[in-house]
Structure formats: C-alpha cells, structure tokens
C-alpha cells in the first residue's frame, strides 16, 4: 500500500479556505492513506476556548463530512487534525475518515502548554482502528514525548502510526525513529509549516515531515518550509514481525514482571 | 560533578590485562563517576556457558574488589560490565562500586541474542542506588530498545543512565538522545570498540560512546574507534526537574490511566 504525509501552513481561522487546500493536497497524489497535520482546519494560537469552540467543528459535521467524501471518492483512509466541538468543550482531536464512511476520534491526550488553556485533555484511551484491512493507530504532536503513546498502540496491534503534529521544538522528527524501532512499526508524522503571530505569541512550525519503517529506516522526508505530499510504499506486514534479530523480538522479550512503570 | 564514560576494546579472555587497561583509563582523568563497558573484563562472544562461566567474576571477588579499591582510592563511583559468577549460573551483569565499598549488582534483563545461548536473563527488577549522593540506574546495552528500561528507572528517582554496553547496531546512541529526554535524566553509554572473530562470528563494535543531557544535547562523544575517556560536568539537579515546557511535566503530565501496556 503506498502511505502519504501531507504538510503545509494552514491559515489561522481560514476553516474553508483550509479544507480547499487540503482537498488540493490530497487529490494530487495517489495513496491509500493520508496523514495531515494537528489542527489543520483552524490553526493553532486561539486566544480562548470561546474562540477555539467558534472554530471547531462536529465530527459529524459537514467539514469532516467533506473529507469522508474525499476518502470515498479516493478509496482511501484519511486522518486529519482538528479542533474538535463536543457540547461546550473542545477537545485537540483526530479523525480517521475510511472510503465506507466510517469515522473514529482520537482526542489529544497529552496537550502542549499553549493547548491547556484551550482544549480539554483527552478522555479516552489509545485505541487502534481497524480500515482497509490495516491497523492504525492515532496519536497527536506532543503525545511522541511519552513513550506510553506510540507503546499503547503499538502493543494493542497497530502496524502504522497516524501522528498529525504542529511542531515547534526540534526533537521530534528523531524521536519518531525511535518509536518505530522500538515498536517495529511505521510512523507517519504530518506536520505543519509557516509561522502563526497571535496573542502576543510567534510560533514557527517545523516542518519535516516523514515515514519511518519499523526498522527505522526514514522512508520519505518533507523539507522544514512549504508544502509537500511525501509518500512511501509499504507493506503494512511488516509491522507484524517484531523480530530485531533472529532471536530477539521486540515485543516477546519484554519482562513487565522487572519493570517499574507506576 | 564531572561525569566519564571510558571506551576501549576489551582483549577476549585475559582478565587480568582488561582490569589494567580500565585502571589505567580511569586513572587517566579526573571524575566523579565512571562508566565502563559491557563484559569488560572478560570480551563479548563466549562458545558455552562454561567458557562464560570460567571468565566470570564473583561481585565479592578480587576482580570486582579491585574496582572498590580503585573507587576508594579516586573517591568515585565506577560502574562497569561483567560476566557475574552466581553459583553455577552467569549473568551478564554491571556492579557500581563506591568510595565507601558499596558494591550494588545489575543483572541485565534484556539478552541480545548471542547471549541467550550463555547468560541468564536478569531475575530483578531495575532499581535505583545512591551513590555519593546522586540517584543512579544501571542498563545494559540491548535495554535500551525497550523503553520500559529507562523508564522504570527514571519513575524510581534514577538521576542518571549508567550504561554499560557491548553495541553492534547502528541504533543506540541515537535513541538514548530520546531516553534522555522523555526522561529528563542524562545517560552516560560507554560502548566499546574493537572487532571480536570467535566462534563461526565476527563483531565489529562501534563505539561512540556519550553523554547525554536531560534536553538532549549531546555532552560529549567519542569516535567510532579506540580508546577514549569522554566527560562531562554536569548539574545532576537538572534530572530532578521534569519541566519541558513552563507548564509540561515529562512525568506530571503522564496519563496511566489511559495507557494500555499489558
């Protein structure tokens, strides 16, 4: 199956104007799963949850609709950021949209500090979903600093880790290869670009965008600037076999009965 | 403090010469703390267990007695690799010796493979040991990859990584990056050098041994080759605070009940 990260600067407050390039981004490539950045709807300095909720959308709603028709159309899987209106609150969430129309949230459970002012934190576990035959699983920007994230998805099933992400500090991209060498599995991390000046705040987002393979092998990589749809074909199989050498897998030789994770 | 990982390639079998080559680069700098390698006395690829056996170190031992003196005479803690003689048994273990004669022992819970066929798997859990009043975790080489080893060792206080290792991988000392950060602790990797050609194999080591701050910034690296004794002087209070952001804790904003780790 061939597997996309899509970047690019989403404009603050721009919902529509946001959604276009999206469409545009992901018709210009063929593959069978998109991943596109955190918050890629709205974009990400709100200077309240007022604000926030003003432009969040319902997972039911016609904008998530409108990506569930770009899968279907596609045949494809798309995951996406957005800020996601639940009632009164918002949660920093992600959608995967399948081409048989299914939809399943992720909300983000480990908020980065802007964020806390925001959104709620997430209130319901790492969860893997099953579409087009392959394991997936969700999680978002700042949750690759916890270990747990990637480790709870990745020992539930999951062969491909979806992670929209607006990053802003320098670590991550690195990181990601750990994940997936620990967790034999593939990463895809979606990020943002362009800088956002609001609320007495600059932020530059980082760019560089990649695919991992469960060797950590980078299979495709963004630049830090501009937009880009970077692809990598794979088989998804892969993520199975959790053998580091002949004699070690990465999952088998795990000793919970040692650890101390309390 | 002033902390050192000392690198150099371990001559399999002769015992005696290893404990003069570790005495004399320990004796070569000043520090506080020193971190040797993997079965640095005895060498790496072992045809039986009891060719592991004959080359091994009792922990109350003169072998292991000399590192106390050496600890002892340079008012510092030394942790170091070793083939452990338990009985009828070998572990593949690291001891920490302190100034005052402590001597506290590491059984190496993840075996990489070639180690499976003559150690057994370590049989306690990761603890931490104070030492000159620093919080200090021991692992060995091939924990690295799972990241329940550094963790359960951060969760318990562990200040810094003490990591003795034997690494034939490309992979380590970039993930340790990682580890350190996820973690806020440093971590000290002395990895050895040297090529081994026994048994039908041959290992080439690769070196690079480091330290690493709890930010992720390299303190200090050693080439791919040689002998070396790489330091760093460091804060260890900087490994109590797990601020990552002004307002993101490392361990604070963890969210157990979320996780799913079975």
Chains 1, 2 share one sequence.
Request: hydrophobic share 45%; net charge negative; proline share 6%.
């Amino acid at each position: 199956m061939k597997i996309a990260a899509v970047q690019f600067a989403p404009a603050f407050g721009e919902v529509e104007a946001n959604l276009r390039t999206c469409r545009n981004l992901v018709s210009s490539v063929e593959a069978d799963l998109y991943v596109l950045p955190e918050l890629a709807l709205s974009g990400y300095l709100f200077e309240s949850p007022e604000e926030a909720h003003s432009l969040a959308q319902d997972p039911e709603g016609s904008e998530i609709g409108a990506f569930a028709d770009l899968a279907a159309e596609r045949g494809s899987v798309i995951v996406v950021g957005f800020a996601e209106r639940a009632g009164e609150a918002v949660f920093n969430s992600s959608v995967l949209v399948g081409p048989d129309g299914r939809r399943s949230v992720y909300r983000k459970i480990h908020l980065f500090y802007p964020e806390k002012d925001v959104f709620l934190p997430g209130d319901r576990p790492f969860e893997v979903v099953e579409a087009a035959g392959v394991r997936l699983g969700m999680m978002i920007c700042f949750d690759w600093i916890f270990p747990e994230s990637a480790r709870s998805l990745a020992l539930q099933g999951a062969e491909i880790l979806c992670h929209p992400a607006n990053l802003v500090l320098p670590y991550c991209q690195d990181a990601m290869v750990t994940r997936a060498l620990e967790n034999r599995v593939f990463a895809v991390t979606a990020n943002r670009t362009g800088t956002e000046e609001r609320v007495g705040k600059e932020l530059t987002f980082t760019g560089l965008s990649e695919i991992v393979a469960p060797n950590g092998e980078i299979l495709a990589k963004a630049d830090t600037t501009g937009e880009a749809v970077i692809t990598a074909e794979i088989d998804p199989g892969r993520a199975r076999d959790k053998a580091v050498t002949p004699r070690n897998d990465a999952f088998g030789d795990r000793r919970p009965e040692l650890y101390r994770l309390d």
